[in-house]
């Protein structure tokens, strides 16, 4: 039977045990689909931190003002390297780590391949306790959403970058939904376990309505192309409607990874990182 006929089949006379599958499914990662580190960085340092119990484990390179660079779901910390030398080359400190449950990092608390935007998000706050307050954060996709947990609950950067971002999980439910076969009951089912596994309600991770919950935002630039395939463009938008110092950058034909080797998105953000006329460059 497929999972679409087998959904399809609980969503009828056995939603109970449906919801319980499909949030499983939801909290459960796909295999890394990334490529091989860089052999052309310079030599890194390397760290570890401790995270509910699990190593985290990352790389460090340069010296000055702090810059973190956040993987998304499923990802690793080498998704990310083509933004380490432009940065080192503006005399940036880069921090990279690979979240509980991906990378070279130990399994979170779920176990292989499954973990939450909350024990994401407490990998990062561990990091920067360990390496010094940020500068700046970058964040691909679901990366976004695990950086705003952290920032809400106190976690301070000077500024945010949000790389094809996810802000709003509750229409991905849908979609998901929508691809395994299932419908309302389940839908409703699986939010439901998943609130519990959590502790939190999904109005949470919904980042537009939870931008006032921020006492100063910090300014946060967006890059986002319309016909990515993973994550909705929608969501761009809707952060930068509510967001007061927020600017969106609109790309085509970089997709959902290709943004992640794009030099104009990776020039763009070194302009926004850069000091303001009239400011002095930040020292931390």
């Avoid at 995270?51 to 390179?61: C, E, Q």
């Avoid at 996709?141 to 609950?153: H, Q």
Wanted: net charge positive; glycine share 10%; proline share 7%.
């Amino acid at each position: 039977m497929s999972i679409r006929a087998l959904f399809g089949a609980l969503e009828r006379v056995a939603p109970r045990p449906g919801a319980a599958l499909a949030e499983r499914l939801w909290l459960t990662m796909p295999r890394y689909r990334g490529g091989r580190r860089s052999r052309t960085l310079p030599l890194a340092e390397t760290f570890s931190v401790t995270v509910d119990g699990g190593r985290v484990t990352g790389r460090a390179w340069g010296m000055g003002p702090r810059v973190y660079l956040v993987h998304g779901w499923g990802g690793a910390s080498e998704q990310l390297e083509p933004f380490v030398e432009p940065l080192l080359t503006a005399g940036y400190r880069v921090i990279t780590f690979d979240a509980l449950s991906h990378g070279d990092s130990e399994p979170g608390r779920l176990g292989q391949r499954r973990t939450t935007i909350p024990e994401m998000a407490a990998a990062l706050t561990a990091v920067v306790a360990e390496h010094g307050q940020a500068h700046a954060v970058i964040s691909h996709s679901l990366g976004c959403a695990a950086t705003f947990f952290a920032v809400r609950r106190g976690l301070p950067a000077g500024r945010l970058v949000f790389l094809a971002p996810m802000t709003q999980p509750d229409p991905y439910t849908i979609l998901f939904a929508a691809r395994l076969g299932f419908g309302e009951r389940i839908r409703a089912g699986m939010r439901d376990r998943v609130a519990a596994r959590v502790g939190l309600p999904w109005s949470e991770f919904d980042i537009p309505s939870q931008v006032a919950g921020l006492a100063a935002p910090p300014p946060l630039l967006l890059v986002h192309d319309p016909r990515d395939r993973e994550t909705r463009y929608a969501d761009s938008l809707a952060v930068q409607r509510v967001w007061p110092d927020a600017r969106l950058i609109t790309v085509t034909g970089r997709g959902h990874w290709r943004i992640l080797r794009d030099r104009e998105t990776i020039d763009h953000t070194l302009a926004f990182l850069a000091p303001r006329a009239g400011q002095g460059r930040q020292v931390s």
